[in-house]
């Protein structure tokens, strides 16, 4: 049952990566036939960044932290806030500036948890 299992998740993690592979191939060319590249564009390439780091670590590790799919989550929910914003207001600079925001801070908050400067850090008992 476990090799079927392993096999089963290679299988499903090879067909992650060439969706992926299309998916970038696609907005990339979009890109280029529209002549612009928008924040949000940078945005989706950079959440296909992160699912490909996803299936590279998925592979070497058989595993995966919350890192990466929390990363993933804050990037497409700023995309989302952004084209929300455009949608609805022409100048959208607000929703940008929320989105840019939002990932800043997650990004401050995943680098900082395991720092001393939080006092997360677990003290032996003697």
Same mark, same amino acid.
């Given at each position: 049952m476990d090799k079927i299992t392993k096999n089963l998740q290679l299988i499903l993690?090879?067909? !992650?990566?060439?969706? &992926?592979?299309?998916? @970038?191939? /696609?907005?990339? $060319? &979009? *890109?280029?036939?529209n002549k612009s590249v928008t924040l949000a564009d940078l945005l989706l390439m950079f959440l296909y960044l992160e699912v490909l780091a996803m299936v590279r670590v998925f592979w070497d590790q058989q595993s995966i932290s919350i890192t990466l799919p929390l990363l /993933?989550?804050?990037?497409?929910?700023?995309?989302? /806030? !952004?084209?929300?914003?455009?949608? *609805?207001?022409?100048?959208?600079?607000?929703?940008?500036?929320?989105? /840019?925001l939002?990932?800043?801070?997650?990004? @401050?908050?995943? $680098?900082? $948890?395991?720092?001393?400067?939080?006092?997360?850090k677990k003290t032996k008992k003697k």
């Open positions: 993690l090879s067909i !992650i990566l060439i969706s &992926t592979i299309i998916a @970038v191939g /696609i907005e990339i $060319r &979009t *890109m280029f036939i /993933i989550a804050i990037t497409a929910l700023a995309r989302f /806030i !952004i084209l929300q914003g455009k949608e *609805m207001n022409p100048s959208g600079l607000v929703y940008e500036a929320v989105a /840019i939002l990932i800043a801070g997650a990004i @401050v908050v995943l $680098r900082l $948890r395991h720092s001393d400067k939080l006092g997360l």
